[in-house]
């Protein structure tokens, strides 16, 4: 429920999610930082959405996750938009632009479910580095609301000094530039 928010020329170092962004979060700037930013949403009835958000000029260094955003696999509603990824750069990392809205750790309270979270209006300029696995784009979005407004501009994401690959469900958009361009956009 944080709003006017900026994070800056830091690094977080925390062995999990360095910055968290949760419900009701709008106007957040989130610059210069080394490890990156996570959404999970859709846990709860009724949750406020996100939107606003720009990150710029990070690095992510040996992570799991690089630019993130996961929504429990639950019918809740809320949404994302107007999200701005500009400027990264990934090193060595594990899942460097994944959108997951089919989270359920050990499938408890939430398998086959559709997960309730719009999201729309994302947009990721100028990503660049490697992936530690060969999948580094991954767009898995909701049945039942599909992500939509997704751009991609400049994306260069390699493993192991060759193109790597990507996925895509249930998402729509545009892409430019792009190494990897999900099939679906």
């Not at 210069?32 to 990150?55: A, F, M, R």
Request: charged share 15%; glycine share 10%.
């Amino acid at each position: 429920m944080s709003s006017d928010v900026t994070v800056t020329s830091s690094s977080i170092k925390t062995g999990d999610d360095c910055i968290s962004i949760g419900e009701g979060a709008s106007n957040v700037w989130i610059e210069k930082i080394n490890c990156g930013p996570h959404w999970k949403l859709g846990d709860t009835p009724s949750e406020s959405g996100v939107q606003n958000i720009t990150v710029t000029s990070v690095v992510f260094t040996g992570t799991q996750n690089g630019l993130r955003i996961k929504t429990w696999g639950k019918p809740y509603s809320g949404f994302v938009k107007d999200v701005t990824f500009e400027h990264a750069v990934m090193q060595n990392v594990q899942n460097p632009i994944i959108v997951d809205q089919n989270y359920c750790p050990g499938d408890v309270n939430c398998p086959d479910q559709s997960s309730g979270i719009k999201i729309s209006g994302l947009a990721y300029t100028d990503i660049q580095g490697t992936s530690a696995t060969q999948l580094a784009v991954k767009f898995d979005c909701s049945a039942s609301n599909p992500c939509s407004g997704i751009t991609m501009q400049d994306i260069k994401l390699t493993y192991q000094n060759q193109n790597a690959q990507s996925y895509c469900k249930n998402a729509g958009g545009s892409t430019s530039g792009f190494i990897i361009p999900p099939s679906c956009l």
